[in-house]
């Protein structure tokens, strides 16, 4: 059995976890009969886990959303796509293993599938610059995307960066330019565009590959314009407040939702979606066939009229101070 990471305020759950695995392994050991105790444990563990989960604060999650064990976009290729065929290069630089993407099958429909690729161990991670594309990997995305509309086929997107990659080099080839370009080409895209936001969904970084008809969001992924620590070092100048920031931003998936950022909530196994992948994927594969019977027969000009809606519609406010007064008139 793999060996579970647990965070510091899950250790309560790690305690009781740690006394199960050694009655199990006093079981296999032992002719006496202890699985009762096992039981009643195992209980014990999965109500004191429901109990911790249901009080999150927005930078406990934002923890659960960079938990290493955390399924990334392959993960889910592999569960809920079939005929997967990965491209790789823009055909102008290199290929960034930052984003993966290619050609596959969702419930039998030919669909072009891509995302952010985080690593497993320290060689990945450096590989894939953790998550953390450069302008060829947004560059490779958006070409990806024109194949799938010269196909006419519809795009899923899967969103877990810190950011775009802040590097001299990165700069040196046009990052911001690469990531304006995305925005810019999907909102005028001709087919439908599904993202899901799986993990961390950091700034451009994220939005790059996130302007789409349907967002779906995890149940404990976090999405917004800087990461806390970033927040907490230009208004504290100190980044040890954190928690602070994470509680201003609203980058938690309900908050998201309320403002009408996102359009659905995807809920994560008990634990989080790092204790169970083939659960979270099944559950993300019923979010996904929903979005997609949503917008799979809409015509072209609807499709693009929707979302330009949509995009023109963030940031609006009503101001209720002067809503008061032409009340009292």
Request: charged letters at 25%; hydrophobic letters at 40%.
């Amino acid at each position: 059995m793999a060996k579970k990471n647990f965070l510091d305020f899950e250790q309560p759950i790690a305690e009781l976890e740690s006394k199960i695995e050694e009655l199990r392994y006093v079981q296999t050991e032992s002719a006496v009969d202890i699985s009762a105790e096992i039981e009643q444990l195992a209980g014990k563990s999965l109500q004191l886990t429901k109990d911790i989960y249901s009080t999150l604060t927005p930078w406990q999650i934002t923890k659960i959303a960079r938990h290493t064990d955390r399924p990334y976009t392959l993960d889910y290729v592999r569960d809920i796509f079939t005929h997967f065929q990965e491209l790789h290069g823009d055909r102008h630089f290199s290929d960034d293993l930052s984003i993966v993407g290619g050609l596959a099958r969702f419930n039998g429909q030919p669909c072009m599938v891509l995302g952010h690729q985080k690593g497993r161990d320290t060689k990945e991670r450096g590989l894939r610059n953790f998550g953390m594309t450069k302008p060829e990997g947004y560059r490779k995305a958006l070409r990806l995307m024109k194949v799938a509309e010269k196909f006419r086929l519809p795009v899923f997107t899967f969103v877990d960066t810190p950011g775009a990659y802040p590097g001299i080099d990165a700069e040196e080839r046009g990052q911001s330019e690469a990531i304006g370009r995305n925005i810019f080409e999907m909102a005028q895209l001709e087919v439908p565009i599904i993202s899901t936001i799986i993990g961390e969904g950091g700034s451009g970084g994220a939005l790059a590959i996130a302007v789409a008809d349907q967002v779906l969001m995890l149940q404990y992924s976090v999405y917004s314009v800087i990461s806390p620590e970033g927040c907490a070092s230009i208004l504290w100048k100190t980044s040890d407040r954190a928690s602070d920031a994470a509680d201003a931003l609203g980058i938690t998936a309900h908050r998201l939702k309320a403002l009408g950022l996102v359009d659905k909530i995807v809920n994560e196994p008990v634990g989080g979606a790092h204790r169970n992948h083939k659960q979270m994927a099944a559950f993300l594969k019923r979010g996904l066939t929903d979005a997609w019977r949503q917008v799979a027969d809409l015509k072209v000009q609807e499709l693009i009229d929707r979302r330009h809606a949509r995009i023109n519609s963030y940031g609006r406010f009503t101001d209720t101070k002067a809503e008061s007064k032409s009340d009292k008139r």
